[in-house]
Structures are given as structure tokens and as C-alpha cells.
């Protein structure tokens, strides 16, 4: 028998939409625009990795005793831009998809 915080986290999890996170990608978007062009690349990577940890949303969700998310929501899968940069067509077949799609909405897209 579960209890009545199990079930309301069960709930949540299987009502949770698959959605493309943009937050990793507009964070290292915004370190590399005011970066110092003229350090070292394993530097700059690894400031970027540090601008990543200091300001990335956690996600909480009430009566969670284990935490801990890759995006900032439940089911919301972070990009990488510095291993794939997604053109358009990509997020709207990432959208599209019949079997796992992740729901890409227009604040991603711009």
C-alpha cells in the first residue's frame, strides 16, 4: 500500500510532460558573451561548467524526501550546446516525434 505522499508523487511523475529545457543552453550562451575570448579553451570550459552550477534552477517538488531533477521540471531534458547545436527543423522533429517527443515550446524556439 502506498502512502498518500507516494501516491501524490506517483501522480506527478507519470502527469509530468516530456519538455526540452533550454536553461543549460542560454546559461552557457551567456557566460561565453562576457568570457575572456583570450583564455585558455579547458579554462573557459570549465567556467562555463562553473556559471552552469552557480545559476541553474533546482528542482524541489513538495514531499520529495530524494531530490534532484536534469532540468528545472520534472521530465525536462537540458540541451548541451556544446555538443549539438539543434536547428530548428531538429526541435520540431524533437517535438513531433511519435513515441518519446519532447514538448519544445516557443521561448526554446526563439
Same mark, same amino acid.
Do not use: W
Given at each position: 500500500?502506498?502512502?498518500?505522499?507516494?501516491?501524490?508523487?506517483?501522480?506527478?511523475?507519470?502527469?509530468?510532460?516530456?519538455?526540452?529545457?533550454?536553461?543549460?543552453?542560454? %546559461?552557457?550562451?551567456?557566460?561565453?558573451?562576457?568570457?575572456?575570448?583570450?583564455?585558455?579553451?579547458?579554462?573557459?570550459?570549465?567556467?562555463?561548467?562553473?556559471?552552469?552550477?552557480?545559476?541553474?534552477?533546482?528542482?524541489?517538488?513538495?514531499?520529495? %524526501?530524494?531530490?534532484?531533477?536534469?532540468?528545472?521540471?520534472?521530465?525536462?531534458?537540458?540541451?548541451?550546446?556544446?555538443?549539438?547545436?539543434?536547428?530548428?527543423?531538429?526541435?520540431?522533429?524533437?517535438?513531433?516525434?511519435?513515441?518519446?517527443?519532447?514538448?519544445?515550446?516557443?521561448?526554446?524556439?526563439?
Amino acid at each position: 500500500m502506498m502512502t498518500e505522499r507516494i501516491q501524490q508523487l506517483r501522480k506527478q511523475s507519470l502527469n509530468a510532460v516530456n519538455t526540452l529545457s533550454a536553461e543549460r543552453a542560454l %546559461l552557457v550562451t551567456e557566460y561565453y558573451k562576457k568570457a575572456d575570448s583570450n583564455l585558455p579553451i579547458p579554462i573557459l570550459r570549465a567556467r562555463a561548467f562553473e556559471h552552469i552550477m552557480l545559476n541553474k534552477k533546482i528542482c524541489i517538488n513538495p514531499g520529495e %524526501l530524494i531530490v534532484g531533477e536534469r532540468g528545472p521540471a520534472p521530465k525536462a531534458a537540458p540541451t548541451y550546446p556544446e555538443v549539438c547545436l539543434h536547428s530548428l527543423d531538429d526541435l520540431e522533429i524533437i517535438n513531433s516525434r511519435p513515441k518519446v517527443s519532447f514538448r519544445v515550446d516557443e521561448e526554446t524556439r526563439e
